[in-house]
């Protein structure tokens, strides 16, 4: 899936987000400018609010999943370790999915 920064658009709302996997943000990360690498965070977490929101937690948890793996594992900001454990305690707490506990137990590792 291609993601893009839509400026007029900031939520996701053109794409599925269930169908957003880890290799469209590192792709994404791969062949952005530094700006929109940091304004995909943002649209993630605008994202993930509006989701929640509206009562839609499957795709909030989702996207909190997301943001914690490309805190992690692609942005690695300051501190990416404790900002990527908040956002996949969300995740596991709005849906514990196996897979959002194996990326907690990874996170918990340290980068």
């Known amino acids: 899936m291609k993601l893009a920064i839509k400026w007029e658009n900031p939520i996701l709302s053109?794409?599925?987000i269930m169908e957003i996997q880890?290799?469209?943000l590192d792709n994404f990360y791969a062949n952005a400018s530094d700006t929109?690498?940091?304004n995909l965070f943002f649209m993630l977490l605008a994202t993930a609010q509006y989701s929640l929101d509206i009562g839609y937690k499957k795709e909030a948890a989702h996207l909190n999943y997301l943001i914690a793996y490309y805190l992690f594992t692609a942005l690695?900001?300051?501190a990416s370790d404790i900002l990527a454990k908040h956002y996949i305690k969300s995740a596991i707490d709005l849906n514990p999915l196996p897979r959002y506990m194996e990326e907690a137990a990874f996170i918990e590792n340290g980068n």
Do not use: G, I, R, Y
């Open 36 to 38: 929109d690498k940091t």
């Open 76 to 78: 690695t900001p300051p």
């Open 22 to 24: 880890e290799s469209d």
């Open 14 to 16: 053109d794409v599925d």
